[in-house]
């Protein structure tokens, strides 16, 4: 009888092959997009203080990237062979994002809500964020089978990669925030890297709802 695994493995090295090469290229066009962009703007001296350009739209991207965050976990949640990584991992990602977008908009203030009114949202959000944590590690702990194979495939995903980088830039923006390089553009190049980090992590669900639905059609 013909045994197909030894077909398996060269497809299985093509197939990872052009998934790391799609990452790199999306990775790099990303990347030269962001910095040509912070050229145009550093050009033109554009606002970036809390209502301008720069602010508005990483708040726009992060909206997406709780609405594609929602998706993902909506799309794995069948928990079928076919999913590229456990659906727990897209629900704290989802409260992730929330929350960074919570902070971006401090919790209502910058779109001109009452303070008061704000700081019971921000206790409210909170103390939901510390709620779903719980649940999210109890059902880690107590209902997912094969822990360190979840995690494994997780960490393997396109999507922890670009979570990897958003987190980078993340850093990066934290330190033109503390004025750890003198600068005396370091604003702008802090709320690009803010931005350059939102967008990635937006990437990250993108790739998960993308590899899902491929997954899905090659099973059809």
């Given at each position: 009888m013909y045994n197909i695994s030894h077909t398996k493995c060269p497809i299985e090295n093509t197939n990872r092959y052009r998934d790391a090469k799609n990452l790199s290229k999306n990775i790099s066009i990303t990347l030269f997009l962001m910095a040509l962009l912070t050229i145009v703007f550093f050009y033109f001296s554009v606002d970036t203080s809390e209502s301008g350009v720069i602010e508005h739209t990483q708040d726009i991207v992060l909206i997406i990237a709780v609405i594609s965050w929602a998706i993902t976990f909506y799309k794995l949640k069948g928990y079928n062979n076919d999913r590229t990584f456990h659906p727990i991992f897209a629900a704290f990602f989802t409260?992730?994002?929330?929350?960074?977008?919570?902070?971006?908009?401090?919790?209502?203030?910058?779109?001109?809500?009452?303070?008061?009114?704000?700081?019971?949202?921000?206790?409210?959000?909170?103390?939901?964020?510390?709620?779903?944590?719980?649940?999210?590690?109890?059902?880690?702990?107590?209902?997912?089978?094969?822990?360190r194979k979840e995690l494994l495939e997780f960490l393997k995903s396109s999507s922890f990669k670009y979570a990897l980088i958003s987190l980078?830039?993340?850093?990066?923006?934290?330190?033109?925030?503390?004025?750890?390089?003198?600068?005396?553009?370091?604003?702008?190049?802090?709320?690009?890297?803010?931005?350059?980090?939102?967008?990635?992590?937006?990437?990250?669900?993108?790739?998960?709802?993308?590899?899902?639905?491929k997954s899905s059609r090659e099973r059809l």
């Amino acid at each position: 009888m013909y045994n197909i695994s030894h077909t398996k493995c060269p497809i299985e090295n093509t197939n990872r092959y052009r998934d790391a090469k799609n990452l790199s290229k999306n990775i790099s066009i990303t990347l030269f997009l962001m910095a040509l962009l912070t050229i145009v703007f550093f050009y033109f001296s554009v606002d970036t203080s809390e209502s301008g350009v720069i602010e508005h739209t990483q708040d726009i991207v992060l909206i997406i990237a709780v609405i594609s965050w929602a998706i993902t976990f909506y799309k794995l949640k069948g928990y079928n062979n076919d999913r590229t990584f456990h659906p727990i991992f897209a629900a704290f990602f989802t409260l992730l994002v929330y929350i960074v977008l919570g902070r971006e908009l401090s919790w209502l203030r910058v779109i001109g809500v009452d303070r008061n009114i704000a700081k019971v949202v921000e206790y409210l959000n909170a103390s939901m964020a510390i709620i779903l944590l719980f649940i999210f590690t109890y059902y880690w702990i107590f209902k997912v089978r094969n822990q360190r194979k979840e995690l494994l495939e997780f960490l393997k995903s396109s999507s922890f990669k670009y979570a990897l980088i958003s987190l980078f830039f993340i850093l990066i923006g934290d330190v033109f925030e503390k004025d750890l390089i003198p600068l005396s553009s370091h604003q702008l190049f802090e709320e690009m890297s803010e931005l350059t980090g939102h967008v990635f992590i937006l990437l990250s669900a993108l790739s998960a709802i993308r590899n899902r639905s491929k997954s899905s059609r090659e099973r059809l």
